[in-house]
Structures are given as structure tokens and as C-alpha cells.
Nanobody
């Protein structure tokens, strides 16, 4: 019954910024990693950014230097700060949380990000 609640998507002009947020509606114990994936029409879902429980981060090459993933441990929330947005960033962005025990993969419902002039 735990759900991931996403927010922050929308329409923005090229070069603009958006900040995505994701938090579980309930308790998830032993979180292994949190991250963001995206899927554009006709394309495969791809990893955008991830952050481990230890604070290590990983980014897709296409977003390095523009996107920053962070977390608030007190709120158990993960954020994705997206700067210098490009039209090719247009996609549905999905929050992902992976737990170690019990092992499970949680997914958000997705939030639309559209970059267009």
C-alpha cells in the first residue's frame, strides 16, 4: 500500500529549471537507493540519476553537469534539480525506491516534464 508521491513536473522553456520531489506515503525500511528514471514516447525507460543510502550518486551522461540528485533523510524525500533544460529532456519522469529488506522495487506514477518554447 506504500505509494511514491511525485511532484514538480510541468512545462518549461529551454534553459529553464524544474525541481522534482518524491516521497513515500508510508514507511519503507532499509532503503538501498533512490532515483529517477525517464521515458520519452517511443523510447526505452532510462536511468537519469540515483543516490544510494550512503550518499553516492550516479548520473546519465546526458544530464551530467545540469541535473543534481539529493535527498532529505529526515523527510525520506529524494529531489531532482534540473537546470539548463533541453527539449530532449522532455519525458515522463518516474521516481524509484529500492529496499534491501524486504526486497522490493517501488515506482511512482510518473510526472510529465515538457521542455518547449
Amino acid at each position: 500500500q506504500v505509494q511514491l508521491v511525485e511532484s514538480g513536473g510541468g512545462l518549461v522553456q529551454p534553459g529553464g529549471s524544474l525541481r522534482l520531489s518524491c516521497a513515500p506515503s508510508g514507511s519503507i525500511f532499509s532503503i538501498n537507493a533512490m532515483g529517477w528514471y525517464r521515458q520519452a514516447p517511443g523510447k526505452q525507460r532510462e536511468l537519469v540519476a540515483a543516490i544510494t543510502s550512503a550518499g553516492n550518486t550516479n548520473y546519465a551522461d546526458s544530464v551530467k553537469g545540469r541535473f543534481t540528485i539529493s535527498r532529505d533523510n529526515a523527510k525520506n524525500t529524494v529531489y531532482l534539480q534540473m537546470n539548463s533544460l533541453k527539449p530532449e529532456d522532455t519525458a515522463v519522469y518516474y521516481c524509484n525506491v529500492r529496499s534491501y529488506y524486504p526486497p522490493y522495487n517501488y515506482w511512482g506514477q510518473g510526472t510529465q516534464v515538457t521542455v518547449s518554447s
